[in-house]
């Protein structure tokens, strides 16, 4: 690794754009239980488990996360669709490279942070599917890039795509591009149509750019309610891109990529003619807020694949007989839904998480007894800003601590 | 402090009860851009500015901050009270020991994280105001309090009491203690009066406990709207505790800290009689929330303090003439209110904190024009989980970046 780090300081001071760029982050070891010394305790004869834990801390049930895997991967490849799936869900290089090893073409990022963490740990197949705005992230870029030639970004601007033109001809080097089609969302992308028609030829003219196809996220049909509304929502969304794919593809343009696709819709978007890839994220842990969207086979229930990501928290407080108060507060679960987070192992209680430090488990009629100093689990309410919290995830087999992955490339790194 | 940790380590060694416990956290120099990175940009005559910086990230106006510290060591000086400021809201060392330096008599903390982090920095005088409930957590505290011999914390519970007992017993060591008085919200804490004194008492006998005194900290008082309407919930709230403490040191139980207090309630509870030390943590930053709850100068707007923390955002996507997409959203934002971020320089616009990685901001009658690639700067909705999502924070005067202080002992450490 020493040599390669040297190697990319000296070809970034070599080029006056960047001159500047910070090296890439690497990944560093976890704080707290380190994987040294998690397996310094195995060999001790005394291997973590959860009760050594300390709370709140975030917890991958590894049975439930690797069926996640193979299903998905299954189903990518009995429908004849590549699966880049996308890495802002779980941030975490070991989860990156287990799903490539299951068939996965690469790894979708939302931003520079992900893919330059990634990239340090040898990732490649990557797409960013943000527009990377300005010149400290096209500086990354051109970093990432260096590192991991065929990582492709979005483009939904002439001036922005000139930027990359002119940062990659500096850096010597022919940057990929997908052109981000709006799915009518209004958020960003171009719209379909003439206007991309027209994106598309003025980038065939820049010599390095690689046009490589489409990006096409609906972000509002992954939590339709109801499988049939959910499959209508992502085929409206879809088919003006889709479309004007397969216009550009009649013209000659030598288009391959079409990403799209959510948990929600993995076994909708299939069907639709054109899609080559899905970049669906949250499969390999679920939350509540997926629970609730119903799916093909219980339309109020959506449990294709299992909640392997859970909370776990201590009860700290017990001093009344209707409650417990527990250590896991707004600062450690994702707020931004009106719903919180369920309780795993344990029913006719309710949860609120409304203080910053701590949480309350109203029991009105337990289905067993809560004491002061007992774990609780709770299902995340959402897992994409739930896991953004955490700096590492310990993966669980039963009561055994079997593994401590680093979440890396965090929103607020 | 290679020193230190040994003789540590050969301690914990050396008590059983101690011999799975990990070593202490130290703080690890930041990613992105080093203190070593901004110094090494300084000496080559190109300082960092904000225009350098990968957004979204969070900004401290250093004016604003080093204000609020002064105005606060001000207030408390001139009301004959001590302050051991919160560090739940800050986790950062710089900022502790700044506050220390203006006058604080130590630091208040939640957590075991953050008292790892800042005794590990040298910081003493602590007081940790969340119970720490089973073996992980009091294996730490004992770490932490053979660093930090003054380390308080909180208790409201007999059993757990005897446990903390026992454990400063077998580390050789007192623990010094505070009891958890409920305030009447039923999260933690013992009842005053009666059952207080009972606990009290008990406590007394117990030979590795120091009882220091009180810990009443009524978190509903704090964002009470309208200063008279929170000066009657506070002195309602607090009345009962400050009452048992006076019988118990009319009785003669050597009780000399009372702590409470919000930055909400910076300006009343000086005046009840017993209150000893203040535990406000929000002031060096403010916050939309804070803003809303009206003080004594203005019942509509609170502005005792000023609003030093920005999250700060890039303009990724303008395709629409109604609105801007920036890359700030779900994750970068403490989603736990009804209201979001308001913007610091630009009005005639509405904020839209919906989406994951992305923010709207809706350009109703904006004052300026906002381009692709402009940084737009937000006040945070409400600071203590805000700063939790972050590493670091990046001091500026201007447009300078004058320092990088690391955020340490989140709650997903």
């Known amino acids: 690794m020493k040599t390669s780090r040297r190697k990319l300081l000296q070809q970034s001071l070599s080029l006056p754009a960047l001159a500047a760029a910070p090296e890439l982050i690497l990944p560093k070891s976890p704080a707290g239980y380190t994987q040294k010394e998690r397996e310094g305790r195995v060999k001790e004869g005394k291997p973590l488990t959860k009760s050594d834990l300390i709370t709140p801390c975030l917890l991958l049930d590894l049975d439930a996360f690797e069926a996640n895997v193979n299903k998905m991967a299954a189903h990518c490849k009995a429908s004849n669709i590549s699966l880049r799936p996308h890495g802002k869900s779980h941030k975490c290089v070991e989860i990156a490279k287990r799903q490539i090893k299951a068939g996965a073409v690469g790894l979708s990022v939302a931003t520079i942070r992900e893919a330059q963490a990634m990239a340090a740990a040898g990732i490649t197949g990557m797409l960013i599917t943000s527009e990377l705005i300005g010149r400290p992230k096209i500086e990354r870029l051109m970093q990432v890039v260096r590192k991991a030639p065929d990582t492709m970004t979005v483009v939904d601007n002439l001036t922005h795509a000139q930027e990359l033109n002119d940062a990659a001809a500096a850096a010597k080097l022919k ?50 309610a109801g499988f049939e509304a959910r499959r209508q929502h992502s085929l409206n969304a879809m088919t003006p891109a889709l479309e004007t794919f397969a216009q550009l593809k009649q013209r000659g343009l030598p288009l391959e990529i079409l990403s799209g696709g959510s948990t929600g819709t993995y076994n909708i978007d299939p069907a639709f003619k054109g899609m080559t890839e899905l970049q669906c ?43 417990a108060t527990t250590d896991a507060g707004i600062k450690s679960f994702a707020t931004d839904r009106k719903f ?34 007992d774990r609780l689990e709770f299902i995340i309410p959402h897992c994409d800003p739930n896991v953004n919290l955490y700096d590492r995830m310990y993966c669980v087999r039963g009561e055994k601590v079997v593994d401590v992955w680093r979440i890396v490339g965090r929103h607020g790194d």
């Open 175 to 224: 940057l990929h591009v997908l052109i981000d089609v709006d799915p009518g969302g209004k958020r960003t992308g171009i719209a379909s149509g003439a206007p991309t028609i027209a994106f598309a030829e003025k980038l065939m003219k820049m010599p390095h750019l690689k046009l490589r196809g489409f990006h096409c996220y609906s972000g509002s049909s992954a939590h339709v």
């Open 340 to 373: 919180g987070p369920n309780l795993k192992d344990l029913t006719g209680a309710r949860v609120f998480i409304s203080s910053d430090e701590h949480g309350t488990v109203m029991l009105d009629h337990p289905s067993r007894e809560v004491k002061l100093g």
């Open 281 to 323: 994220g949250s499969y390999v842990f679920m939350d509540v807020e997926y629970q609730l969207i119903g799916g093909q086979r219980d339309d109020k229930f959506y449990d294709d694949f299992a909640s392997s990501l859970t909370v776990m928290a201590t009860v700290i407080s017990r001093n009344h007989p209707d409650r």
